[in-house]
């Protein structure tokens, strides 16, 4: 069984530029969420992705926007980076059926540094 | 909003011992599932322990239990026989049971747990 991965490791962006973060998710699930951990802080819900589609969304400015592919891998994109965006974004994923959903398995994080 | 507090920023316990991690939590709902996740310094987020709001009796995996009192939104954690690789930072979680949800974690700030030998 693979977990969840997610893609790069490491990533320093300008503020103002825009960047994509990858995730492939565990074999057998089918929903993908994304969270912001900020230095010393718990994750944020930033939005979750089921069928393609945004199932569900956070407190997050429509700068951050995500996709979800057919192999149910996602991508969290984000525009216009601010300093405030420099975090660790950890997707996880898990398998939803109907009003059932599994438990939430994470990846390791990209660590994202905004200068 | 549902809010989660966690109001011990670190906590140390000796090889061996037990130790307690609080968590309260704030909803108006009744329904929901509460979880705790361990994150170790290599950043992955490791399910410990869930516990189903409906369901009276207390989780328990192995070294880990919780105790959950509904009424006073309650949800602490104790390790048991503590071991070195338990050091972590410990994160109480809230999940809505509703469909609109987006099933989202909502998470505490997290405990520092040190384990000395």
């Known amino acids: 069984e693979t977990g969840v991965t997610q893609s790069p490791t490491h990533l320093i962006k300008t503020r103002g530029q825009q960047v994509t973060l990858r995730c492939s998710s565990q074999?057998?699930?089918?929903?993908v969420s994304w969270y912001q951990q900020a230095l010393g802080q718990g994750p944020q819900f930033i939005f979750q992705?089921?069928?393609?589609?945004?199932?569900g969304r956070g407190n997050f400015p429509p700068r951050f926007s995500g996709l979800q592919f057919p192999n149910y891998s996602s991508e969290l994109n984000v525009n216009a980076l601010e300093l405030d965006d420099s975090a660790l974004y950890l997707c996880?994923?898990?398998?939803?059926?109907?009003?059932?959903?599994?438990?939430?398995?994470f990846g390791p994080g990209t660590r994202l540094t905004v200068t | 909003a549902q809010t989660v507090t966690q109001s011990q920023p670190e906590m140390s316990v000796q090889e061996a011992e037990t130790v307690t991690l609080s968590c309260t939590y704030d909803?108006?709902?009744?329904?929901?599932?509460l979880f705790w996740y361990k994150q170790p310094p290599s950043r992955q987020m490791i399910l410990v322990i869930r516990?189903?709001?409906?369901?009276?009796q207390n989780a328990t995996e192995n070294r880990f239990s919780v105790n959950f009192q509904k009424a006073a939104k309650s949800f602490s954690l104790k390790i048991s026989d503590s071991q070195l690789g338990d050091a972590a930072m410990y994160f109480c979680?809230?999940?809505?049971?509703?469909?609109?949800?987006?099933?989202?974690?909502?998470f505490g700030k997290g405990t520092s747990l040190l384990v000395t030998p």
């Open positions: 996880a994923s898990s398998f939803l059926l109907g009003r059932d959903t599994s438990e939430q398995y």
């Open positions: 074999s057998g699930h089918n929903t």
């Open positions: 992705y089921y069928r393609e589609e945004e199932n």
């Open positions: 909803t108006s709902e009744s329904d929901y599932y």
């Open positions: 516990q189903e709001a409906y369901k009276q």
């Open positions: 979680a809230y999940r809505s049971a509703r469909i609109n949800s987006g099933y989202a974690l909502n």
